[in-house]
């Protein structure tokens, strides 16, 4: 597949025009005036959040049917006013939490390691989630806020000065562990007061190549987390967690910045292919001293962009002047990820690589005289498990080994083994006689031995016309 992918862009909305925003990460932003909160009269203090909801996203108009809070951004649908109205405090919470990824060094925030305290060879997984939440999403919500507030004319009366995270008590719920033979008791769970800090989960697994078979799945594992705002009487929320490796919760959103992309491209950053969908933009436009939000579309076709591969964005029909466009708040890429076995098993080597040498044993080749036995100047041979893939789903090829001299002894590849489980691997052979005959295997032979010898008996029961 080529590393450089043509899209092209159709165009399906006309622009306007409107405010800005600044790009930058942060968890809580503090939008105060200049005025001396020393000085405050005591009808401006804040008293906590009130169950007086506000859908912000109402405000914005688009042809898109987005999914997913929208799709816009990754704030719970609702933002909560202070019970002080005057304050000009509201609060958010998150709308989903999913498993931490880092851009940078390609790791995933979950680990399986080998639990030396428990004894019986049972392996600790901890995963941190996080909800994708950047600075960018809490100033657009804000400036969404303030449309909303304004077209409420009891509400319009009262500023908007500050947005923050809401203060709540967290109870984590993650049923489906239970599947895995995980005691619920075992689990657990490390949450900080700001639920913008990520929550760690923690369990012990006597199977982890179960487990993983979940993360790769088309579900997941999915669990629930309830926030329970503090101090106030607005219903507990139940937030979902996706713990899944190979989907867009984990990656989080695709932002296009500048005029960079027009030029260099566009690189996919992760370990899968993606499936580019569309390309939003979300832009104020300003009419008079009315400001509307707008969400505008491009198609992309549907292209497949490889693991680490560059996307060369054909945008003749992105206009230019989007790129330093102040009323533009928001320029991302909608999209999906394509199953990908190898990809898979890439990942799988990333997160349990801690297991180390407790699951990783040799296969081990020793042969006797099979070759002068067949009278051959080369022997081969080919082998296959399940262990493997560190995870045990899916029955991998070890690399084949060519022998050309009896007494051969050496290592042929690694597979993995939980403890008290025996090794199943499959082998067969072919040999290359002198004339240039060549005798294969018409099956498979199957052993439960980390050392395979091969010897006459082997040669005549896998070929049995060599032994006539």
Known sequence: MKNIIHILLCLSLILGQGISLLNAQGNTIDFGTDSNTENEED??????????PFEYLNQVKSDYPFESNNGILNLYRNIYRDVNPKS??????????????????GKYDVEFNQDASAGGGKVVVTARLKPNITRRDIEIARALLELDVKSDPVSSQY??????????????????????????????VQAPK????????????????????ALFSNIGLNGTLK???EGSDIPAKDIPITLKLDDPSTFGTIELNGSAWRRDGWRNPSDYPLVLKNLHVLRMKKTGNIVKPFIYTWQMGNAEIPEKALAKIDARLFPGFLDNDKS????WIEYSVNPCKSCNRLVQKKIMKALGDDRAKEVVLTTLS???FVKAEMMKIELRSRQADPTGTTKIDLPHKMIRSDGFSGALGTVFLDPGIR?????KLTFYLPDGTVYRSDHWARTDNLEIVIGDKQVKELIPELGE
Do not use: H
């Not at 804040?46 to 169950?51: A, D, F, T």
């Not at 709308?95 to 990824?101: F, G, M, P, R």
């Not at 533009?328 to 320029?331: H, Y």
């Open 328 to 331: 533009v708040k928001k320029v």
């Open 159 to 188: 500023p908007v000065n500050k947005l923050l995270a809401m203060p709540v008590a967290v109870e984590v719920s993650f049923p489906q562990v239970q599947n895995y033979g995980v005691d619920p008791s075992s689990i657990i």
């Open 370 to 372: 099979p070759l002068r």
């Open 423 to 427: 090794a199943d691997i499959e082998y």
């Open 43 to 52: 009808d401006l203090n804040p008293q906590g959040p009130s169950n007086s």
């Open 227 to 229: 926030l329970s705002p």
């Open 194 to 213: 700001d639920f913008l800090d990520p929550i760690t989960i923690s369990f012990p697994i006597d199977r982890p190549d179960f487990l993983m078979t």
């Open 88 to 105: 000009g405090y509201f609060y958010y919470l998150p709308s989903a939490y999913s498993l931490n990824w880092d851009a940078q060094t």
